[in-house]
Each structure stands twice: as structure tokens, then as C-alpha cells.
């Protein structure tokens, strides 16, 4: 099992920015590619942005340009920095960790999310 603890959620304004981090403990071995998903009310889970062993980054459309993932292996932690952001921002943020298929089979592993609030 992997257990993933995200921090760094709060409110802010428009324009402003944030750095999401999420560290994952227990059998870090068995995953392959960490992310963040996010979740707004009435709205799917979509992916805002994952990253493999490997360095191979996806983004969602939504957030290309503004935001960036970053990762360290040795400290199994990643990071989600975030810019420009927007009121549709406004979400709660999920981290996710899985294989090197997450794009096709999903994430195995799902932290609790922590609240992003932009305000207008």
C-alpha cells in the first residue's frame, strides 16, 4: 500500500499562485507515475497534470502554460505549481500515484485532496 498526503491548498486570489505538494509513503517501489487530479462541484475528476519515473509529463488542457508538475524521486514527493490562476481553478486537488499506464488504466493510490479556492 502507498499512502499519499497532500499539502499547500488555501484560498486565494485571481492571478495569483500556489504550490501544491504530495508525499508518498509505505511501498513507494511499486509506483511508477505520481499526479494531481482535481475535482470541482457538480463536475467529473479530470487530470490537471502526472509525471513518470521516467520525467514523461501530460497535462490537462485546462491548465497548460500555467501550470507545472514537478517531481523527486529520491523524496517520493511531487509538486504541482500553479500560476495565473483562474476562479474555474477552484477545485479540490487530488494527488494520485500508479503505473506507467495511468493515462489508459487510472491511478492506484489516492491521497484525501486538499481545497483550492480563487477567488475573483
Known amino acids: 500500500q502507498v499512502q499519499l498526503v497532500e499539502s499547500g491548498g488555501g484560498l486565494v486570489q485571481a492571478g495569483g499562485s500556489l504550490r501544491l505538494s504530495c508525499a508518498a509513503s509505505?511501498?513507494?517501489?511499486?509506483?511508477?507515475?505520481m499526479g494531481w487530479y482535481r475535482q470541482a462541484p457538480g463536475k467529473q475528476r479530470e487530470l490537471v497534470a502526472g509525471?513518470?519515473?521516467?520525467?514523461?509529463?501530460n497535462y490537462g488542457d485546462s491548465v497548460k502554460g500555467r501550470f507545472t508538475i514537478s517531481r523527486d524521486n529520491a523524496k517520493n514527493t511531487v509538486y504541482l505549481r500553479m500560476n495565473s490562476l483562474k476562479p474555474e481553478d477552484t477545485a479540490v486537488y487530488y494527488c494520485?500515484?500508479?503505473?506507467?499506464?495511468?493515462?489508459?488504466?487510472?491511478?492506484?493510490?489516492w491521497g484525501k485532496g486538499t481545497l483550492v479556492t480563487v477567488s475573483s
Open positions: 509505505g511501498s513507494t517501489f511499486s509506483i511508477n507515475a
Open positions: 509525471k513518470t519515473s521516467g520525467g514523461s509529463t
Open positions: 494520485a500515484a500508479g503505473g506507467l499506464g495511468y493515462l489508459i488504466h487510472g491511478m492506484d493510490y
